[in-house]
């Protein structure tokens, strides 16, 4: 190669790190520039001429370092730990040897307490006296039971590398807590003490507080402590209170109150100071309570003074009364030893407390109890009432009679009950509950229940009369249920319904077909109309719809096989919006409605028909609105089943997508029966008055409700109550 000229030049070179070997072609300058090395890495160089023969033999291998460089990752595996109160050690490790670039000098702790920020500008700063071979570092001086967030950094002679970017929480362990505020002291009697306080401050809590204690001890005047000192712990945190009992009486007592945290006592309160009442008489002595009379209870008390009395005594106060009520208070003459009550009620357990007096207070109170004999109830059950199950059974129930009148504990009822009219042809039944199920009764029928209680003695009188209707027959299931998506959030159901009468139904609907109808969206008509719209559906969902009857009892008739929509109308541009039913009367229904959001309407076109309960066609129309007007009034019949369907005509002549809303109009005027006047059965004192009404003629099952006619006497002068009108007495009637 002597001979040829030097083309250009091939460098090969490698880190001594991953030993990746990497190749560079150069000119024929004498000199190149590498970039994107790795900091404070050896790179093994070899250099090889090139002429157009080919390549020369490359120069022995020659090794370079680069410059170190700032880390670029902050320490690894940051964790801290409570040293004590004041004290936490942070540990750590080095960044990896790749992210060091170079030789780890110096370390940065930065911390800032928790509460106060989660900046790290706003951190204090530890750096001096961290070697840069140490793996912890202990923060002194810092506040107690004190959560600090912390960062760190390290750096090469080059400089700081990065923060760390996750903050870690440590707090520093608990110390002892602050004293309790606001002691207080009440003497209760001549052996306790009540004790009160409030907590330290927050911010001398200083951890959490796991119990209270108190320290009290005896003083004489000038306050120094006599005899043994004593303690008493209390645990819970929020406990604020306590009581101090086996004290002497007629004492001084000094007392503190401390907290205690997991780290040890705190400090204590200031000493407060409080006297013991004298000494009060003990229990008296052998109470005796034994029944006098049984029928009316009469209980004789008899007693002993106390043992100890501690000055003169003065007086006993006895408290009786039924166990747990209001007591009766009786004070007693020192002198007497006994005492008889005045009637008792029966069949109830008494208790009777006795306590003497001296000129302090009263003592310990001497506690007997008694139980009175049973006597037959006084009063009757009450508050009765009746659900029906079916149309032969329902389920009967009642209260015990007033508490007053029991005489004793209600151990069973006795139910008679009879056909209205028919008081020969009457069944009984027992039960020791107060319910019970009355089955296998005739269907559409009126009976009469009447209940009394027993106590072990025997029964009580009967209740008045409780009337019962069983019901009809249930009403089947609707039939040819049919369900149309008007738009992509409603569906108008429609159906036929059963034969015989309803005063309702109950739609259900739900996206799956499960069989429990308890977790279906349901919505309650209580007017037989036979066509609803479901509305606030989701537009990507199809629906299952069923429909209950209600029979005029309220209870459940046939449920309609499920029918399934899965037709989603979208909202399209050209469809009118919010297309609904306004003001309704039984003759007119206004609808209204917001344009489609395609402009230039041109009219709207709104067809519409009429079907009668028995589905048979009696009115078809065709009517158009100019673009101005977005409602329209159109009269209709009543108890009649409309559907509307509006569509609206832009200026390029094309029709928009049909919107359809049904309409149930309002039945007709209401016939009414007259009857004969109701006869009065109660007394003029009785504070409930019960009415009997005459039957109606016809067909029972064809009476909606009962009109009873209620008109204050002053105004019987004006009119009789037959002589008011339907309308004068709309507002003040009342179904029966």
Request: include cysteine; proline fraction near 8%.
């Amino acid at each position: 190669m002597s001979g040829d000229s030097i083309i250009g030049y091939e460098l090969y070179y490698n880190d001594s790190r991953t030993k990746q070997n990497k190749h560079m072609s150069l000119d024929t300058n004498t000199e190149a520039l590498l970039k994107n090395l790795k900091p404070n890495t050896v790179y093994n160089m070899r250099l090889s001429a090139k002429t157009s023969r080919g390549i020369g033999a490359p120069t022995p291998t020659i090794p370079v370092q680069t410059l170190e460089s700032i880390p670029d990752a902050p320490p690894r595996n940051i964790e801290g730990e409570a040293v004590n109160s004041k004290t936490l050690k942070i540990k750590w490790q080095p960044p990896s040897e790749k992210h060091r670039n170079g030789n780890i000098t110096a370390y940065k702790i930065y911390y800032v307490e928790a509460t106060r920020s989660s900046d790290i500008r706003d951190a204090r700063i530890v750096s001096a006296g961290i070697p840069s071979s140490a793996i912890e570092y202990s923060i002194r001086n810092l506040k107690i039971w004190t959560e600090y967030r912390i960062w760190m950094s390290c750096s090469t002679k080059v400089g700081y590398g990065p923060t760390s970017t996750d903050d870690i929480i440590v707090r520093t362990a608990e110390g002892v807590p602050g004293a309790p505020r606001y002691v207080g002291l009440d003497a209760i009697n001549s052996t306790a003490i009540k004790v009160t306080w409030q907590p330290p401050p927050p911010e001398q809590r200083n951890g959490v507080i796991r119990q209270y204690s108190i320290s009290y001890a005896i003083v004489n005047e000038n306050d120094d402590i006599v005899g043994n000192q004593y303690s008493k712990s209390f645990p819970g945190a929020g406990k604020r209170s306590a009581i101090i009992s086996d004290l002497l009486p007629d004492s001084n007592y000094q007392v503190q109150v401390f907290a205690h945290t997991l780290n040890g006592d705190g400090a204590r309160s200031e000493r407060k100071k409080t006297k013991t009442k004298g000494a009060v008489p003990s229990k008296p002595r052998r109470l005796v309570v034994r029944l006098m009379q049984d029928d009316p209870p009469i209980v004789h008390i008899s007693w002993m003074k106390p043992s100890k009395i501690h000055g003169t005594l003065i007086k006993y106060k006895l408290l009786f009364g039924p166990k747990g009520e209001v007591m009766t208070t009786v004070d007693i003459d020192k002198d007497d030893n006994s005492y008889q009550t005045r009637f008792l009620d029966k069949g109830v357990i008494y208790e009777f407390s006795l306590a003497a007096a001296n000129a302090v207070d009263f003592g310990e109170r001497a506690v007997r109890t008694i139980k009175t004999p049973d006597g037959v109830p006084l009063g009757e059950p009450i508050n009765i009432t009746a659900r029906g199950i079916s149309n032969t059974s329902f389920m009967l129930a009642w209260a015990p009679p007033v508490k007053e009148k029991r005489n004793g504990k209600i151990i069973n009822y006795e139910i008679d009950y009879h056909k209205a009219g028919k008081t020969a042809e009457d069944w009984g039944t027992n039960t020791s509950n107060t319910r019970v199920k009355i089955k296998s009764l005739q269907v559409n029928k009126r009976y009469n229940f009447k209940i009394r209680a027993y106590t072990s003695v025997g029964p009580g009188p009967w209740s008045a009369p409780f009337p019962f209707k069983t019901s009809s027959k249930a009403p089947g299931a609707p039939t040819n249920l049919k369900l149309r998506r008007t738009s992509s959030t409603t569906i108008v159901a429609e159906w036929v319904g059963p034969v015989y009468p309803v005063t309702g139904y109950v739609v259900y609907w739900n996206p799956f077909n499960i069989p429990n109808l308890t977790e279906w969206q349901r919505k309650t008509l209580n007017t037989p109309v036979t066509v609803f719209e479901i509305t606030n559906l989701d537009s990507n969902t199809a629906y299952v719809v069923r429909v209950q009857s209600i029979g005029r009892d309220n209870r459940p008739g046939g449920i309609a096989e499920p029918v399934i929509t899965n037709s989603v109308i979208p909202d399209l541009p050209d469809m009118v919006r919010n297309y609904r039913a306004e003001k309704q009367t039984g003759t007119s229904v206004t609808l209204e409605w917001d344009p489609p959001q395609k402009p230039d309407v041109l009219q709207y076109k709104i067809i519409y028909e009429a079907m009668d309960n028995e589905n048979k066609l009696i009115h078809s129309r065709e009517t158009f609105t100019s673009d101005t007007i977005a409602k329209k009034e159109f009269q209709i019949k009543p108890n009649a089943r409309y559907m509307f369907n509006i569509s609206a005509q832009f200026v390029d002549n094309s029709w928009g997508t049909p919107v359809s809303i049904p309409v149930k109009s309002l039945p007709g005027s209401i016939t009414v029966v007259p009857l004969e006047p109701p006869a009065i059965e109660s007394k003029p004192q009785d504070p409930v008055i019960t009415v009997k009404l005459s039957e109606a003629p016809g067909d029972r099952d064809a009476i909606s409700y009962y009109l009873l006619v209620v008109v204050p006497l002053e105004l019987t002068a004006k009119k009789e109550p037959h002589d008011w009108t339907l309308p004068e007495l709309t507002l003040h009637c009342c179904p029966l």
